[in-house]
């Protein structure tokens, strides 16, 4: 119901900064769009939430990337970006982006839908 399309990443060495995209379309009649939300997975670890950010635009970030990054939001477009300063070796890995459908009468089939993910790759 919800494709995610996310572009943006890349190589980079340690300090320089990047930015991601987020598109998302929904083609169904019961729902909207509502959270969007950028998650990572490193080698060998479990997937966390980097940035989040809603309809009205309320944000929450992972402790890990707090002061670095920065999450925000085209509603008409349905689309939201991340903005990731002085990057580390440490914010490599396979960046997704989630999207949340809220239903507009009943309950929907599904209400989480991912993008295919996108490499960040932080090294000398």
């Known amino acids: 119901q919800v494709q995610v399309v996310e572009s943006g990443g890349g190589l980079v060495q340690p300090g320089e900064s990047l930015r991601l995209s987020c598109s998302a379309t929904y083609t169904g009649m019961l729902g909207t769009i509502t959270t969007m939300a950028w998650y990572r997975q490193a080698l060998g670890k479990q997937r966390e939430m980097v940035a989040q950010?809603?309809?009205?635009?309320?944000?929450t970030y992972g402790d890990s990337v707090k002061g670095r990054f920065t999450v925000s939001r085209d509603n008409p477009k349905n689309t939201i970006y991340l903005q990731m300063n002085n990057l580390e070796p440490d914010d490599t890995a396979v960046y997704y982006c989630r999207v949340k459908l809220f239903p507009i009468y009943n309950e929907l089939e599904q209400d989480t839908f991912w993008g295919q993910g996108i490499q960040v790759t932080v090294s000398r």
């Open positions: 950010i809603t309809t009205a635009l309320t944000t």
